[in-house]
């Protein structure tokens, strides 16, 4: 396999700093060293550079929307070239923000790309319906043809054209959803399995159903986007929303898994770690190692 890793250690989506070191923290976890040692064509891409926007004023209560919105779009630049290059790309955040410049990033290069969400949190709401003003809750709603009216005018996001439909994603492990990202996923017609439905009908069925709905009939390339806020807190606790509920290790592990034997990998982002929330070293261990993991499962890394 070739790979590129790509640093984004954007974090201006959300409000804790901390989540810059994501990208460092992932590298110094072995990530590199293991893929090397498994016989990857690997290429590290490094670190892109991301700064803040003078005067970025809130857009609503859209909090730093030119930063976010420049940051997405050499982000953007970023993963085409590493499509590009031949290469299935591992984008390592930072925030969830990232997944605009790293889908249409992806999608600019497969047109017929599909989405697999892992998430506590939908990362659905619009410039008007969110909470918080925080674009890490957004992301989803820039990326859909289906709600590209609703973000029209929002500054710094000029060079964005949404790639996906409805059909084309579908949500695991969702468990914090606002009311209005309800609304939205209920009129879209989005098909999600909540921690609920991966309780009652087990990962497995669920992985069976993912397979059916999104890329088994006709071969589609698949991003996966996996915010560490899926694992439960008490694997992955340095992030900055937890949500009590979530993933087991072995959950997500499978899921991983089961996207990797379909062969239709074509890039990961691995976002929401942020080291200086850990209280302890070992949660911060068990968390960034949880990350590692997911990303050596999903390019079929043997750790046998
Ligand atoms: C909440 C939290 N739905 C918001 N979103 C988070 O701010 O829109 N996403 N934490 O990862
Ligand atoms: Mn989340
Ligand atoms: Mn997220
Ligand atoms: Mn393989």
Partial sequence: ????????????????????????????????????TGGYNLKDYGNLTFEDEPKDEPFGIV???????KANAKLFEAVKKVKADGRLGVILGGDHSLAIGSISGDAACHSNLCVVWVDAH??????NTTPSGNLHGQPMSFLLKELKTEIAGVPGFSWLEPCLTAKDIVYVGLRDVDP??????????IKFFSMTDVNHMGIQKVMEMINDYLYSRVKKPIHLSFDIDGFDPVLAPATGTPAEGGL??????????????????????????????????????????????????ALGYLTI
Avoid: C
């Fill in 1 to 36: 396999h070739k790979v590129g890793i790509l640093g984004a250690p954007l974090s201006r989506g959300q409000e804790k700093e901390g989540v810059k070191m994501g990208p460092d923290a992932l590298r110094k976890s072995g990530l590199l060293t293991a893929l090397q």
């Fill in 63 to 69: 909090k730093m929307p030119r930063t976010v919105g």
């Fill in 122 to 127: 939908a990362d659905i709401n619009t410039p």
């Fill in 180 to 189: 209005g990202e309800k609304d939205i996923i209920k009129k879209l017609g």
């Fill in 248 to 297: 087991t290790y072995e959950q997500g592990i499978f899921v991983a898994n089961e996207i990797h034997k379909t062969g239709l990998l074509s890039a990961i982002d691995l976002v929401e770690v942020n080291p200086s929330l850990g209280k302890t070293e070992e949660e911060i261990t068990s968390t960034v190692n949880s990350g590692r993991d997911i990303i050596l499962k």
